[in-house]
């Protein structure tokens, strides 16, 4: 067995998958006492899609002599180092300035968004996770009101703190995201229209303010 390396699939979007190398050559070095350099040929564990991954190895051999799974970074006892990985996973980040807990709801959305398994994409915890960003948005925007999400969206429209519009837009990713948790078939246009309504509702929110009230300090 060759060595594995766990890292984020650019092609699956499974992260802390297993990569297993198939393939190694290595690069010459310029000193003896020099690390031995190799460019790998590494298998997805899930997809089983290949990327290049140069290793260090400081005892010289062959990342496909080498056995077991090695976790990075590594440590001053462990034989093999990543050097680079290629291609880059693409990772979309989230709207600006949100509160902690929210952008981390919207990087799993996006990880949910680009994952598959089987096949076949997860539209159902991509919907449900674009209301779970939403709802911690409310919870951080209007603290004081209590109850399911939808009495708290009744709530905000009867104060007109935020656009019908918006409201109307947050509804629907409240909507989808209640048939996604009740074993209703989401679609791949639910999964669209849910990423698309978060990130709208979250950049109006927070991003948008945020960003004039940095545009006014500067002046």
């Known amino acids: 067995m060759a060595a594995t390396?766990?890292?984020?699939?650019?092609?699956?979007?499974?992260?802390?998958?297993?990569?297993?190398v198939v393939h190694?050559?290595?690069?010459?070095?310029?000193?003896?006492?020099?690390?031995?350099?190799?460019?790998?040929?590494?298998?997805?564990?899930?997809?089983h899609r290949c990327a290049v991954i140069t290793l260090s190895s400081r005892d010289q051999h062959s990342p496909d002599q080498h056995k077991g799974l090695f976790n990075l970074p590594v440590n001053?006892?462990?034989?093999?180092?990543?050097?680079?990985?290629?291609?880059?996973?693409k990772i979309k980040t989230p709207p600006r300035h949100l509160p902690p807990d929210v952008e981390k709801a919207m990087?799993?959305?996006?990880?949910?968004?680009?994952?598959?398994?089987?096949?076949?994409?997860?539209?159902?915890p991509t919907v449900i996770m674009a209301r779970k960003a939403v709802e911690r948005a409310i919870k951080?925007?209007?603290?004081?009101?209590?109850?399911?999400?939808?009495?708290?969206?009744?709530?905000?429209?009867?104060?007109?703190?935020?656009?019908?519009?918006l409201l109307d837009w947050t509804t629907e990713v409240k909507n989808l995201g209640n048939d996604g948790a009740h074993d209703a078939d989401s679609t791949a246009?639910?999964?669209?229209?849910?990423?698309?309504f978060a990130e709208?509702?979250?950049?109006?929110?927070?991003?948008?303010?945020?960003?004039?009230r940095l545009r006014r300090e500067a002046k």
């Open 24 to 47: 190694a050559v290595q690069i010459p070095i310029t000193k003896p006492s020099d690390p031995a350099i190799f460019e790998c040929l590494a298998s997805c564990g899930a997809c």
């Open 140 to 165: 951080h925007t209007a603290p004081e009101l209590s109850g399911m999400l939808g009495k708290r969206l009744n709530e905000l429209r009867k104060r007109g703190d935020i656009p019908q519009a």
């Open 76 to 89: 001053s006892l462990t034989p093999l180092e990543l050097l680079d990985f290629q291609p880059k996973p």
């Open 200 to 212: 709208t509702f979250l950049t109006y929110i927070f991003t948008m303010p945020e960003e004039i």
């Open 189 to 196: 246009t639910d999964a669209r229209q849910a990423v698309l």
């Open 107 to 124: 990087i799993q959305v996006y990880a949910l968004e680009s994952q598959k398994a089987d096949d076949r994409e997860l539209f159902e």
């Open 5 to 20: 390396i766990p890292h984020l699939c650019p092609y699956c979007g499974h992260d802390n998958i297993v990569f297993t």
